[in-house]
C-alpha cells in the first residue's frame, strides 16, 4: 500500500511529539499493514524532506502526506506547500490529503474529551469555550465559531469560541461572555491536536478566571482523529486500507 507520511507542525515542547507518535500508533493499529510515517515541518524530527527522502531511497515512487493540521490556516496554504515544492526527488510522486477540520469526527473527539473531565451534554448552567490556535486567516477561525455555534444548538450549553493567539476574543472574554448570557460553570473544550504552549496558555488564562475550571486535554491519541486520518489519507487516492473495528 502506498506510504501514509503524516506531518505535523513541530514544537520545542517534547510533549508535543510524543503526542503525535501515540496518535500514530493509534492509526497503526486502526489499519494494520498500512506502512505509517510521522513528520513534521519545523521544530522537532523528522523533518517531512528528511522522511520523503528516506522513502525514495527505499525505493518508493508514491507516497501520500497527510496534514495532521485541524484548519487550513498558515501551515497548510503556505509552509506546506513550500517545503514539497522545495523536493527534488525523481520519480516520486506525492499526493497531499486534506487538512483534518471541520469534521464531525473532530467534534466527536473534542466532546470524548470534555466528557473524560466529566463535563457531559444536556446541562444548561454550563458554559463551554472551544478554545483553538488562532490564525491571521480569517476563514480558519471562522470554523471555530462554526464549531461552537452547532454545540450551542445541538448540546444544551452555551458555548463560545475563543483563540490563544493571532486573533479574538481570548479565554477571558469568551469566559465573561457565556457568564453573561447564563452559565454558572465553565468548562473548556480543546480544539488542539496535541500539548503545548498555546494550550498552556489558554489553561491558565482559564484558571486566572475561573479556579474550578473543568479543562479537557487536546486531541492527541483519540481513536476519531485517527479514523479522520486514514479517511484524508484514502481520500487522497490512495488505496482504501482496511480498518479494523
Known amino acids: 500500500m502506498t506510504p501514509l507520511v503524516a506531518v505535523a507542525h513541530g514544537s520545542r515542547d517534547p510533549r508535543s511529539a510524543a503526542s503525535v507518535a501515540g496518535l500514530l500508533d493509534v492509526v497503526r493499529s486502526r489499519a ?3 506502512d505509517v510515517r510521522g513528520a513534521f515541518l519545523d521544530l522537532s524530527a523528522p523533518l517531512l524532506v528528511d522522511v520523503l527522502a528516506g522513502l525514495h531511497g527505499e525505493g518508493h515512487r508514491r507516497v ?35 487538512v483534518l477540520g471541520p469534521s464531525p469526527l473532530l467534534e466527536a473527539a473534542a466532546l470524548r474529551r470534555l466528557a473524560d473531565v466529566g463535563v457531559t451534554p444536556g446541562d444548561p448552567s454550563v458554559g463551554v469555550v472551544l478554545a483553538a490556535t488562532g490564525s491571521s486567516h480569517a476563514p480558519a477561525n471562522a470554523r471555530v465559531h462554526e464549531v461552537a455555534r452547532g454545540w450551542s444548538r445541538r448540546h444544551g450549553w452555551a458555548v463560545a469560541a475563543a483563540f490563544a493567539s493571532a486573533t479574538t476574543p481570548d479565554v477571558r472574554t469568551a469566559i465573561a461572555d457565556l457568564r453573561a448570557r447564563g452559565a454558572r460553570r465553565i468548562a473548556v473544550a480543546s480544539w488542539f491536536l496535541a500539548p503545548g504552549l498555546l494550550p498552556d496558555r489558554v489553561a491558565a488564562e482559564a484558571r486566572a478566571a475561573v479556579p474550578d475550571v473543568r479543562i479537557a486535554p487536546p486531541l492527541g491519541n483519540a481513536v476519531e482523529v485517527a479514523d479522520l486520518v486514514l479517511e484524508r489519507y484514502s481520500t487522497a487516492g490512495a488505496d482504501r486500507p482496511r480498518v479494523r473495528t
Open 32 to 34: 494494520p499493514g498500512l
Open 64 to 98: 501520500v502526506v497527510a496534514p495532521l493540521l485541524l484548519g487550513r490556516a498558515f501551515h497548510a496554504r503556505v509552509d506546506l506547500p513550500a517545503l514539497l515544492a522545495s523536493v527534488d526527488l525523481p520519480g516520486l510522486s506525492v499526493s497531499v490529503a486534506d
